[in-house]
Each structure stands twice: as structure tokens, then as C-alpha cells.
């Protein structure tokens, strides 16, 4: 029984940070700004304020942001998938270990160092007005998740069935394509959503690299703080709509998520 | 392991194949597309940033070879040598922190217990927040008037405080959300140990009447070194590294008070736009975080020698 408390207290303990928050969150964008100013502070408002949420998805620029973070990260996540996964089974089946060196570099580089000279990179080369630059600079943070967990994913894969259909007279290409990614498919759930999910996040690249038309949706939230000093309930709810998709993806997909990350690959940039 | 198979491999080709020409591994088609990847956008940045740092270049102007002056000019500026200080009580703090607390958490959840499966992806929802989102929520918390902690504090009758608007409470107050944000990581990577450990020792311990903390602390706790290791070696290049969470919320201040390298790095570069300055920052910021993983990894082979991890 005294066990069975003190395991309540200790659950309530860890989590209550991490709910607490959210549910303030969600508070703060829900309030008008008068309730937000309240001391002591309001926690559930008589009057719910819905219109922050309208405000916001409403200004003329949200959709433009939405769009480019879209495209950005899917543009990254699937070059990155394309070249990655491929090369994560070419790693893995050559036995290549030290190739692996490349990503552990890649991990602990600074996300700025890379900054600097791509930055110079894609003045020189006219870029800058474009989404190009975003999306190449996002593959740092995406090549390098998507190829350490496919050497992974195809290191446990057993290569009987790859022999047998080698046998069998099938070229390297169609025994990955057709014996290999097949049963890697939960890597490649894996590694896609780690990819989405980091380079959606990353803010670093975009307040160098993105001009007035084309900030992605962290950087556009960045940037609303400066204008909106007092606004707060506009604010948390553009912050709120801004990391939900990440926020769902991580309650659907928790698994995947705690696979990828205990792998050791855990973000770039 | 992986080094003396390679070799054995390459041992048995050269007995059985030696007269053959080299040809290319058949698995390269695979890799190229990547590799070429890599080479633009990982291995070029590198070595033009090399370059670069030997050069006098500020946006605008020609470059000129100044030698090592860039590197030089680093101990003599005290924006740098502070920053590098705050850098290090910065991870010291995150590292040691989120360690406990993760430790604790993986604990917990190691129990079976009714809703562990959606508290858990609750309690992991922080790490994978969009960083500047809740950077903001947390500017909002920290608001010395409106600010919800300050609110919390005067329900438990502590005095209200300027939490990250002070210099000398601003790196703790940072280090409280690098903490939430980066404890369940921790966490996923203890319990990951934890969930490997064998059940034996904790049986023949409950037979002999050892206490739970007892337990923890004689049979779990060495066990899981090796994987605390691993985290804390993981939290020191993230927490060294740390910027959105710094940049969103103080942008290095108040002043300079939490300017950590990588802060101070963005303003070089593309503040004041001095490029070859910044790209020995950059290298020297490298060297520093390569230094501190191989410190830990050092500590690891000590402790292992010392036999505190049997």
C-alpha cells in the first residue's frame, strides 16, 4: 500500500512537469488579454478566447509559412530517405564501420559551423531569394538520422533471404529493392519520422538562411515576439499550432519515436 | 569488434584473391548518391571553414591570409573567454541535472503501471516540442510580473525573482528548461539499461532483506554506468551546443550573462558579419566539444578500471 502511494507520487512527480506545461500552454492561448495579465493568474477563463487562433490562422502570411516549412521538410526528409536509406544498406552489407565516423562528426558539429560557408555558398550561387537553400541545409540534420538508423535496421536484417534470391539470379539492385527494404520497412517509419520531426523543429538554419517570403513556421514564430511584445494569447497559440503536428505525431507514433532515438542517433544541428 | 573483422576479412581476400585487379566494392552504387551528399554539404563546409579561418574577411571586403592572427586574437577577447565560461557552467549543470532526474524517471517507468504507456509519451512530449514554441511559453512563465513561477513560488512562500531578466540568476533559470526539455531522453536511454539487467541479483538481494534503496544503489546503479555514460556523453555535445532554447528566450542576455560560444559564434558571423574570426571560433568550438567527448570516454575506461561498473 505505502509502495503503491509513494509509486503515485513519484509518476506524479516526473510527469506533472511536462503536463503542467502543456496544459499552461494551452491556457496562455485560450485567454484574452485580460485574463493573461490577471494576478493571480487565470488558469480556466470564463470567456474563451478562440478568436487568438483565428487571428492566426487568418493573418495573410500563416499559410505562406505553413507551405514553406512543409516544403523544406519534406523536400529534406525525402532526399534524405532517398539517398540514405540506400547507403545505410550499402554500409551495412560492406561492413563499413568506420564510414560511421562521417555521421558521429556530423552529429557533433555545431548546426552554425555549417552556416557560415554554405551561407557564402548560396550567395555566390544566387539562392538566397529561394526555399533551396533551406532545404540542402536541412540535409545535415536529415542524411545523417536516416543513414545511421538503416545501417541499423539492415545489420539486424538477416541476409539469408538476400543470399537465396542472389542465387536465385537477381541483381544487387533488385535484391534491395525487393528482398532488402521490404523487411526494413519499420526503419524506414523510423527513420522518416525522426527526419520530419528534427528538421520541422530546426530554427537555427532558418533565421540566417530565410528572407521575409520564405521563413519557415519556427522562425515566423520567432519573429512574431518582437512585434508582439504583450499579445500573449496570439502568441501561445501560434507556439501551440506551430509544434502540434510534432506534438501528435509523437503520441501516434511513441514507439517508432523511443526505437529511433535509443539508437543513438537523437538530432543534428 | 568491427575493426579486427574488417581486417580478417581483407586478411583472407589477399591470401585467396592476389593477382586480381582492384575493382570498385559492388555495394559503392548504393553509397554514392550519399557520399556525394556528404561531400557538399558536410565535408565541404569543413574545409572551407579551415580555410577561411586563416583569412582577414569581413563581408563586403577582399580576403587577405593573416596566418594564425584569427586564433591569437581569441584569449585576448574577453566576450570570447567569457563566453567560454558560461559555456561550461552551462552543460555542467545540464549534464548532471537531467542525469538524476532521468535516472529517477527511468526508475519509475521501469514499474508496470496502470497509464504508463500514454504518461510516458507525455513525458517525452518536451523533447520533441518545437524548441522556439516552448521557448516562448517558457519567456511567458519566466515574466517577473505576469509570469506564472513567480506565482508558484509565492503559494509555497518563497520571494519572487527575476529568473532569466537577472545576470546572476539567468543561467539557471536556462538550465530549468534545458532540464524538462532533455531529462526524458535521459530517461529512454537508462531504461533502456535498466530493461537488459538480468533479475537474478535482485532476487537473491530481496532473499537477504535488502532495502529498495539498497538495491538501487549496489546492484542497479553499477550496472547501468555504462549506459549513464552514454547519456551524459550525449548531453554534454547537445547541452555544449545548445542554441534555440538559449537564443529564443535571452538572445545571449541580459548584456552578455548568457552568451554562451555558440551565441557568441552567431554574432560574429552574422551580426557583425567577420567571417574568418568566426570560422576559428567555429574550428576552436569543435576542438572544445571533441575535447569534452574524449574526457568523458576517458572517465569511462577509468571507471571501468577502478571496476565501479563490474
Known amino acids: ?23 499552461w500552454m494551452i491556457s496562455l492561448s485560450v485567454k484574452h488579454e485580460i485574463d493573461n495579465a490577471a494576478y493571480p493568474p487565470v488558469f480556466i477563463p470564463e470567456n474563451f478566447a478562440w478568436k487568438n487562433y483565428a487571428d492566426v490562422l487568418a493573418s495573410n502570411r500563416f499559410f505562406t509559412y505553413f507551405k514553406n516549412s512543409v ?76 543513414i545511421w538508423i538503416m545501417i541499423g535496421y539492415f545489420e539486424t536484417t538477416p541476409i539469408e533471404l538476400e543470399e537465396a534470391a542472389t542465387i536465385d539470379g537477381a541483381t544487387r539492385w533488385q535484391v534491395f529493392r525487393h528482398v532488402a527494404l521490404p523487411v526494413a520497412k519499420p526503419g524506414l517509419a523510423v527513420a522518416f519520422i525522426l527526419a520530419v520531426i528534427f528538421s520541422w523543429n530546426n530554427f537555427v538554419f532558418g533565421i540566417v538562411l530565410a528572407g521575409r517570403e520564405t521563413r519557415t513556421l519556427p522562425v515566423a514564430v520567432y519573429n512574431m515576439i518582437s512585434f508582439d511584445q504583450l499579445s500573449w494569447g496570439p502568441l501561445a497559440a501560434a507556439a501551440l499550432i506551430v509544434t502540434l503536428p510534432v506534438l501528435v505525431l509523437t503520441m501516434f507514433a511513441q514507439r517508432q519515436i523511443v526505437a529511433g532515438l535509443t539508437a543513438g542517433a537523437v538530432k543534428g544541428g | 569488434m568491427s575493426t579486427i573483422t574488417d581486417q580478417a576479412a581483407g586478411a583472407a581476400q589477399d591470401i585467396t584473391v592476389p593477382a586480381q585487379p582492384w575493382r570498385p566494392p559492388s555495394y559503392w552504387p548504393f553509397v554514392l548518391p550519399a557520399l556525394i551528399v556528404v561531400l557538399s554539404v558536410i565535408i565541404f563546409p569543413w574545409l572551407f571553414t579551415i580555410w577561411m579561418s586563416f583569412q582577414e574577411w569581413k563581408v563586403g571586403s577582399p580576403t587577405t591570409f593573416v596566418g594564425f592572427a584569427n586564433y591569437l586574437r581569441l584569449p585576448a577577447d574577453p566576450r570570447f573567454v567569457e563566453a567560454v565560461g558560461h559555456t561550461l557552467s552551462y552543460t555542467a549543470l545540464s549534464v548532471v ?14 514499474i508496470k503501471f496502470p497509464g504508463r504507456g500514454i504518461l510516458r509519451a507525455l513525458f517525452i512530449m518536451p523533447m520533441m516540442a518545437t524548441p522556439v514554441a516552448i521557448a516562448l511559453v517558457w519567456t511567458m512563465m519566466f515574466h517577473p510580473q505576469l509570469g506564472v513561477l513567480n506565482y508558484l513560488l509565492s503559494l509555497v512562500g518563497l520571494p519572487p525573482q527575476l529568473w532569466v531578466f537577472h545576470p546572476g540568476t539567468v543561467i539557471p533559470s536556462l538550465v530549468l528548461v534545458e532540464t524538462w526539455q532533455w531529462t526524458p531522453l535521459v530517461m529512454l536511454i537508462v531504461l533502456g539499461g535498466i530493461a ?63 552568451e554562451t560560444i555558440n551565441l557568441y559564434l552567431y554574432s560574429v558571423a552574422f551580426v557583425y558579419y567577420d567571417l574568418g574570426y568566426a570560422s576559428a571560433i567555429a574550428l576552436v568550438f569543435f576542438a572544445l566539444i571533441v575535447a569534452l567527448t574524449a574526457v568523458l570516454l576517458i572517465l569511462r575506461k577509468r571507471a571501468q578500471w577502478t571496476g565501479i561498473d563490474a
Open chain 1, 1 to 23: 500500500m505505502i509502495g503503491r502511494i509513494g509509486l503515485a507520487f513519484g509518476v506524479f512527480l516526473i510527469v506533472s512537469p511536462a503536463i503542467l506545461f502543456f496544459l
Open chain 1, 71 to 146: 516544403v523544406v521538410t519534406g523536400g529534406a526528409t525525402l532526399l534524405a530517405m532517398l539517398v540514405g536509406v540506400p547507403a545505410g544498406y550499402g554500409i551495412a552489407r560492406m561492413a563499413a564501420h568506420k564510414s560511421a565516423i562521417v555521421i558521429l562528426i556530423a552529429r557533433i558539429t555545431p548546426g552554425l559551423s555549417y552556416l557560415i560557408p554554405l551561407f557564402l555558398l548560396f550567395q555566390w550561387l544566387g539562392l538566397l531569394g529561394t526555399l533551396w537553400p533551406q532545404i540542402i541545409i536541412h540535409l545535415v540534420v536529415t542524411v545523417p538520422i536516416v
Open chain 2, 196 to 258: 537488459a539487467l538480468p533479475t537474478e541479483p535482485y532476487e537473491s538481494a530481496q532473499i537477504d532483506g535488502a532495502t529498495a534503496w539498497q538495491m538501487f544503489r549496489y546492484i542497479t546503479l553499477p550496472l547501468i554506468m555504462p549506459f549513464l555514460f552514454i547519456a551524459a556523453m550525449i548531453r554534454a555535445i547537445d547541452a555544449v551546443k545548445s542554441f534555440d532554447i538559449i537564443f529564443a528566450i535571452t538572445q545571449g542576455g541580459p548584456g552578455t550573462a548568457s
Open chain 2, 97 to 110: 541535472l537531467p542525469l538524476v532526474l532521468g535516472t529517477f524517471a527511468a526508475v519509475i517507468f521501469h
